[in-house]
């Protein structure tokens, strides 16, 4: 008899804000074009490393947009779990499309180091203020949203386009006022840099939650010892956690009793601490009476299940049988 509760029978949720997503992208679009048209004109690599960036965004945020509304659908015979984690692979999407992106801008100013060439400083100073000035107001704007791992994401893609413009308005200042070319592929080089490293986490937690690893914030031997102390409770094996989708984390374990009469309210004193204590609400609970185990033992993380019984040799206990003595 497993018991199973969740604080909401209907998996669905509202999930990040598709209307704040779907601004975001029409306003990266229709910057990128400007963007994309001085840099090639002044031919500064910032800036138009900025403005592939921001395509990339933009394509990111689309992804992050039908996520958010796909994440909204309830659940399904087929998805019994819903459409949450679809927000999950749409960040996995967007790390992998951030990763690609920071490898080509980092080939583009390695060249452009070995090759320098000119580049027009007020042009790329004045575009790279606004572009700056459009990005904040952007991130602001997604800011407003529940901060999911899809958000994050997106987030993570509009910093790296903050990241551009800044790089690009260092650049064109240092070129009007010294003449120094090679600025503009070493601040490249920088935001190149911090991508990198952004996208790298974000895909980290993403493969993380798809491999249903515990939940970072959560240590499962101290729920585990938590559900093992509660009175009532003779063992706790089996414990599983992991994450549903970004805010639902769910639980399974089988829990030793003494009878299943005290079940009830057992179980009714574990959902409570487990919600309270360590924010689970997506429970499955298997009680085991102490009838049914071999003995008792509290909660073990190495616990394991037996190895099977070595397999025999029919053949070899023929020969055995049959064997006379001389």
Same mark, same amino acid.
Request: hydrophobic fraction near 50%; charge should be neutral.
């Given at each position: 008899?497993?018991?199973?509760?969740?604080?909401?029978?209907?998996?669905?949720?509202?999930?990040?804000?598709?209307?704040?997503?779907?601004?975001?992208?029409?306003?990266?679009?229709?910057?990128?074009?400007?963007?994309?048209?001085?840099?090639?004109?002044?031919?500064?690599?910032?800036?138009? =490393?900025?403005?592939?960036?921001?395509?990339?965004?933009?394509?990111?945020?689309?992804?992050?947009?039908?996520?958010?509304?796909?994440?909204?659908?309830?659940?399904?015979?087929?998805?019994?779990? =819903?459409?949450?984690?679809?927000?999950?692979?749409?960040?996995?999407?967007?790390?992998?499309?951030?990763?690609?992106?920071?490898?080509?801008?980092?080939?583009?100013?390695?060249?452009?180091?070995?090759?320098?060439?000119?580049?027009?400083?007020?042009?790329?100073?004045?575009?790279?203020?606004?572009?700056?000035?459009?990005?904040?107001?952007?991130?602001?704007?997604?800011?407003?949203?529940?901060?999911?791992?899809?958000?994050?994401?997106?987030?993570?893609?509009?910093?790296?386009?903050?990241?551009?413009?800044?790089?690009?308005?260092?650049?064109?200042?240092?070129?009007?006022?010294?003449?120094?070319?090679?600025?503009?592929?070493?601040?490249?080089?920088?935001?190149?840099?911090?991508?990198?490293?952004?996208?790298?986490?974000?895909?980290?937690?993403?493969?993380?939650?798809?491999?249903?690893?515990?939940?970072?914030?959560?240590?499962?031997?101290?729920?585990?010892?938590?559900?093992?102390?509660?009175? =009532?409770?003779?063992?706790?094996?089996?414990?599983?956690?992991?994450?549903?989708?970004?805010?639902?984390?769910?639980?399974?374990?089988?829990?030793?009793?003494?009878?299943?009469?005290?079940?009830?309210?057992?179980?009714?004193?574990?959902?409570?601490?487990?919600?309270?204590?360590?924010?689970?609400?997506?429970?499955?609970?298997?009680?085991?009476?102490?009838?049914?185990?071999?003995?008792?033992?509290?909660?073990?993380?190495?616990?394991?299940?037996?190895?099977?019984?070595?397999?025999?040799?029919?053949?070899?206990?023929?020969?055995?049988?049959?064997?006379?003595?001389?």
């Amino acid at each position: 008899m497993a018991s199973h509760s969740h604080a909401h029978h209907d998996h669905a949720h509202a999930g990040p804000d598709a209307h704040h997503l779907t601004w975001a992208t029409g306003l990266t679009l229709a910057f990128a074009a400007i963007e994309a048209g001085v840099g090639y004109w002044g031919n500064s690599l910032a800036l138009m =490393g900025d403005a592939g960036h921001m395509v990339t965004d933009a394509g990111s945020l689309v992804l992050a947009t039908m996520a958010a509304h796909l994440a909204r659908r309830p659940a399904s015979v087929q998805h019994s779990y =819903g459409f949450g984690r679809a927000e999950v692979v749409a960040a996995l999407a967007n790390s992998l499309l951030m990763l690609a992106l920071a490898l080509a801008l980092l080939a583009g100013a390695v060249q452009r180091l070995q090759h320098p060439a000119p580049v027009q400083g007020g042009a790329v100073l004045a575009v790279a203020a606004v572009g700056l000035a459009f990005n904040l107001g952007v991130l602001a704007l997604l800011l407003r949203g529940q901060r999911t791992l899809n958000i994050r994401a997106a987030i993570l893609h509009v910093l790296g386009d903050a990241l551009g413009s800044v790089a690009a308005l260092v650049s064109g200042a240092v070129i009007l006022a010294t003449g120094w070319m090679r600025i503009d592929p070493l601040l490249t080089l920088v935001s190149c840099a911090l991508l990198l490293a952004g996208s790298v986490r974000v895909l980290r937690e993403g493969l993380h939650v798809v491999m249903e690893g515990v939940p970072g914030h959560l240590d499962l031997d101290a729920v585990g010892r938590a559900l093992a102390a509660t009175p =009532g409770v003779r063992g706790i094996h089996d414990l599983h956690i992991w994450t549903l989708s970004s805010g639902h984390i769910a639980l399974s374990a089988h829990v030793d009793l003494d009878t299943l009469e005290e079940w009830s309210a057992l179980l009714g004193r574990l959902r409570y601490l487990l919600s309270e204590r360590f924010d689970i609400h997506h429970v499955t609970l298997q009680p085991e009476p102490q009838a049914w185990t071999l003995r008792r033992m509290p909660y073990d993380p190495a616990r394991r299940a037996p190895p099977p019984p070595a397999a025999t040799d029919p053949h070899r206990e023929s020969r055995h049988e049959h064997r006379h003595p001389h």
